[in-house]
């Protein structure tokens, strides 16, 4: 069993490690289209032309769901560390502490596991 929850902690960290990437680069791409967008609005444009010529919706879909990737990823990767411990013998209450989450989230992490 140890094994096969070992196998997920590690392939939670990989999972963990692409989002952060994924959401990484699209942090620089909103802060280079923030900078256009600066520019523009300083020249007097008009703010929904500005808007579409940025693709601001489009930017803001991508990166919400970068966002929730990354959400998802780290609660995934917390579960999986949850279940690893609790096979090695480790308290809920060291680890929810190692975690920096409440001991009542670690609880309801490992109720959700069952």
Do not use: N, P
């Not at 096969?4 to 999972?15: G, P, Y």
């Amino acid at each position: 069993m140890a094994r096969s929850s070992k196998r997920r902690v590690l392939r939670a960290v990989t999972d963990y490690q692409q989002a952060t990437r994924r959401l990484r680069t699209l942090l620089g791409d909103v802060d280079d289209g923030l900078q256009t967008f600066v520019t523009l609005v300083e020249s007097d444009e008009v703010i929904a032309a500005l808007l579409l010529d940025t693709e601001a919706a489009a930017r803001r879909h991508e990166f919400t769901q970068a966002m929730d990737a990354f959400e998802t990823t780290r609660r995934q990767l917390r579960v999986a560390l949850l279940r690893y411990g609790a096979e090695q013998g480790e308290s809920i209450t060291d680890m929810a502490q190692a975690l920096g989450i409440s001991r009542q989230l670690a609880y309801r992490h490992m109720a959700e596991m069952s």
